[in-house]
T-cell receptor
Framework: GDSVTQMEGPVTLSEEAFLTINCTYT??????LFWYVQYPGEGLQLLLK?????DKGSNKGFEATYRKETTSFHLEKGSVQVSDSAVYFC?????????????FGGGTRVLVKP | DAGITQSPRYKITETGRQVTLMCHQT?????MFWYRQDLGHGLRLIYY???????DKGEVPDGYVVSRSKTENFPLTLESATRSQTSVYFC?????????????FGDGTRLSIL
């Protein structure tokens, strides 16, 4: 079945450091890919998405590029802030997936220290 | 305000009791979902619904019951709660759209079963 693998956390960084969270997927076909962010005590919010190969999603200084050849969708941010401390989830959805279901990775906790 | 709301936000109950978690969305989205979030497991899909009166099992449905008599509501019931069902529960919704629209999440219900 379809699956998403993320690097395990926690990832601890200093403010203004560069952040990368690796995400790879296995899918029968060409999925759409998403990054969600979960701030403490809140639900998941969509951070960015990409729907086809070579698409780059971006939002709030975060970027991720859909790489079909490596089945990856790594999340990057050039200069993190304390407010970026959260749990980040990579997810995929197949075109016309039954029930519009998302498949999530296990999440990566990021802690940014001042 | 429009959106997706879950209630209660926190609940403590005892093993063997029945408990119902509520989810209400104001977007008239066709699809609704229930997930549980546990350390080490990420998000796992419990049940989902494609429309009123249509529900289907997800990855971990045992011990849970859902109903969807109205499009806007999707309650989740634990008929006889067990300690293993202690978790954070998230409801989500999605429009009927196969063009990869994101799911929208509520803020979650933290359920503790003693």
């Amino acid at each position: 079945g379809d699956s998403v693998t993320q690097m395990e956390g926690p990832v601890t960084l200093s403010e203004e450091a560069f952040l990368t969270i690796n995400c790879t997927y296995t899918a029968t076909g060409y999925p759409s890919l998403f990054w969600y962010v979960q701030y403490p005590g809140e639900g998941l919010q969509l951070l960015l998405k990409a729907t086809k190969a070579d698409d780059k999603g971006s939002n709030k200084g975060f970027e991720a590029t859909y790489r079909k050849e490596t089945t990856s969708f790594h999340l990057e941010k050039g200069s993190v802030q304390v407010s970026d401390s959260a749990v980040y989830f990579c997810a995929l959805k197949m075109i016309k997936a039954a029930g519009n279901k998302l498949t999530f990775g296990g999440g990566t906790r990021v802690l940014v220290k001042p | 305000d429009a959106g997706i709301t879950q209630s209660p936000r926190y609940k403590i109950t005892e093993t063997g009791r029945q408990v119902t978690l509520m989810c209400h969305q104001t977007w008239s989205h066709s699809y609704m979902f229930w997930y549980r979030q546990d350390l080490g497991h990420g998000l796992r899909l419990i049940y989902y619904s494609a429309a009123a009166d249509i529900t289907d099992k997800g990855e971990v449905p045992d011990g849970y019951v859902v109903s969807r008599s109205k499009t806007e509501n999707f309650p989740l019931t634990l008929e006889s709660a067990t300690r293993s069902q202690t978790s954070v529960y998230f409801c989500a919704s999605n429009p009927r759209d196969f063009n990869n629209q994101p799911q929208h999440f509520g803020d979650g219900t933290r359920l503790s079963i003693l």
